[in-house]
């Protein structure tokens, strides 16, 4: 568990944030100048402010007792947004600089390097390296020190596929396997999502939501912050089975609390079809789903539900939670076992939109990009 | 007439050993103090800090002569703090070769000071922060890597320190004296020919010597700094990236 309430001044600029987070991974979403870095700089002890923090049952900092355990002892790993790496030291020396000597996890290191795909860079320097590729240093350099908290400030920045999925998987596998818990600034909500859909939400320096995703989107302080950086759709799903010859693999949703069939969706055994995935049956995805891949119609469509002759389409019927309109766009909010974000203009909704209504969502196989 | 080795006189080379002999010693002496005040100056904030820096500074802008005044007042052998130092340990200072390293180590301290100041200012504190953050103490942090991305800078303020000692003249002169074979060092040496009539051509000589020292710790000096700005460019690069 991390528990912290802190208070940080600056000349035209103030943080205060408090919360306690007993879950593994935690995003940290907000608009730039929100304090999220300042936020992560406090709780690795790099900038002292007041209040406290405290992680496990060790008390990091405490300014009403005067307790401050300085950065290099508290066992937080830090991903900067700049890389950091050290240009005098070659890519291996980066990596074991905060590892430990003895006593470590035997084949970590190679398991972390893997991972990373930096195999054939350890005895570059930093300068030949490419963004993505340093960017994968100073993660592999935070995570060998098997951080009790670590702290990723944009960590995917510049990463390709690969790498990405690689890392992302990485950090999960450190979560579940070491006990590290992750705190993840990122203005990529897809980044975020694919760890985790508990999110921080900040906003001048104040914690204005910290929730499950789906469950921000009633919070009126936290809804237009995630407006604003444009809304995805996360979809919690369990691979069922695969068409690999009409490169489609069937998904089952799970609900937004720990993996039981959402109600709804469950109840019909719906089956998303997303593009083809080659992991085994049983794997859980966390799909993307941008709002305006979602087309609402009043009534299904028949054609859609052939088995696997069935275009490369989804539907699901849902319940219209909330509508929320701008100046030429119209936000609903849909309750179809998950929540659905669906935006369009107004002349492409169906008629008579109200809260309370049955709709039905439509969207391409091709919409659901995996995480 | 002394005894000619590759063109020099016998006082000549022993004016070049000694004053290279005092210009090692004096850098050597220097680098760890040096390095800590110029640490200290560049990352510490502390009541006093600007009287320190004035004071580090001071003998820079002091006339050497009166500086050898003031080590003679400190440490000759009626001096506060020599007559002391002779007495509990047998040190004397005054008029001897170490005299002159003394001399020397003062009138450079300075210069070793301001080049490590700037090439620590140029270790970017957020490399120190990393460190911080993998687990390093200030020891490790300052050792694994202060030092390393600042050690051309410092290493160029050793050059500078020791073209200044070969350089060294008021100081010297008026502390150590100007003892053949003890403590006349090569600017000494162009002094003492300098009173002798019809010796042109070993003043000349002297002074091509010490052109020729100077301009190889100056070069020396020159390639380490070079190399301090490609390492912090391809720093720059590697975080741009």
């Known amino acids: ?371 | 007439m002394a005894q000619e080795h590759f063109g020099l006189t016998s006082p000549e080379i022993s004016a070049l050993w000694l004053s290279v002999k005092v210009g090692l010693w004096c850098v050597g002496i220097l680098l760890v103090p040096g390095v800590a005040c110029g640490w200290l100056l560049a990352r510490k904030q502390f009541p006093g800090k600007s009287v320190l820096e004035a004071m580090v500074y001071l003998p820079m802008v002091l006339p050497p002569v009166v500086t050898g005044c003031l080590l003679l007042f400190l440490l000759g052998r009626n001096g506060v703090f020599g007559k002391m130092l002779f007495e509990l340990f047998g040190w004397q200072f005054a008029f001897t070769w170490m005299g002159a390293v003394l001399a020397s180590i003062v009138m450079a301290f300075p210069l070793m000071v301001r080049s490590v100041k700037v090439a620590v200012e140029m270790v970017d504190g957020n490399m120190e922060e990393a460190s911080r953050t993998l687990g390093a103490g200030p020891l490790r942090c300052f050792l694994t890597v202060t030092l390393p991305l600042s050690a051309p800078g410092i290493l160029a303020g050793a050059a500078l320190a020791f073209a200044r000692s070969l350089g060294e003249f008021g100081a010297t002169i008026t502390f150590a004296g100007n003892i053949r074979g003890e403590t006349q060092t090569l600017p000494l040496a162009v002094f003492s020919q300098l009173q002798v009539p019809g010796s042109e051509n070993a003043v000349l000589r002297l002074a091509a010597l010490s052109i020729a020292v100077s301009l190889g710790a100056i070069a020396l000096s020159r390639i380490l700094e070079s190399r301090l700005k490609r390492r912090n460019q391809n720093a720059q690069e590697s975080d741009d990236a």
């Open chain 1, 1 to 371: 568990m991390l528990e912290f309430d802190v208070h940080f001044r600056r000349p035209g600029f103030c943080v205060d944030i408090g919360g306690a987070f007993p879950g593994p991974i935690t995003g940290i979403f907000g608009p730039s100048g929100a304090g999220k870095t300042t936020l992560l700089r406090l709780l690795a002890g790099l900038e002292r402010g007041a209040g406290r923090i405290v992680l496990g049952d060790t008390v990091l900092a405490d300014s009403a007792s005067g307790a401050c355990i300085p950065a290099h002892k508290r066992r937080i790993g830090v991903v900067f947004q700049e890389n950091r790496l050290f240009p005098h030291l070659n890519v291996a020396q980066n990596l074991t600089y905060g590892a430990k000597p003895a006593g470590g996890v035997p084949g970590l290191y190679g398991a972390v390097v893997r991972g990373l795909r930096l195999d054939g860079l350890l005895r570059h320097r930093p300068h030949m390296l490419s963004g993505g590729e340093a960017r994968c240093v100073a993660l592999g350099r935070a995570l060998l020190t098997l951080p009790r908290l670590l702290l990723l400030d944009e960590p995917f920045t510049g990463l390709d596929g690969d790498r990405k999925r690689g890392a992302t998987e990485l950090v999960r596998s450190f979560a579940e396997t070491y006990g590290t818990r992750v705190f993840l600034v990122s203005h990529c909500m897809e980044s975020i999502l694919a760890l985790t859909d508990r999110l921080l939400v900040i906003q001048g320096g104040q914690a204005v939501g910290c929730d499950a995703y789906t469950r921000l989107l009633d919070n009126p302080a936290a809804l237009p912050v995630l407006m604003s950086a444009g809304m995805v759709n996360m979809m919690r799903m369990a691979v069922q089975w695969s068409d690999e010859a009409r490169a489609v693999t069937y998904c089952r949703p799970l609900s937004d609390d720990g993996g039981q069939g959402a109600p709804a969706a469950a109840e019909r055994a719906q089956l998303f079809k997303t593009p083809f995935i080659p992991r085994p049956n049983g794997t859980q995805i966390n799909a993307v789903l941008s709002p305006r891949d979602i087309l609402l119609t009043s009534h299904p469509m028949p054609d859609l539900d052939r088995g696997a002759e069935a275009p490369r389409q989804n539907q699901v019927p849902g319940r219209v939670v909330r509508v929320i309109e701008s100046v030429d766009r119209v936000l609903c909010v849909i309750d179809a076992g998950m929540r659905l974000i669906a935006e369009a203009s107004r002349n492409t909704l169906p008629p008579g939109l109200h809260e309370g209504r049955v709709v039905w969502c439509l969207f391409r196989t091709e919409s659901l990009r995996v995480a």
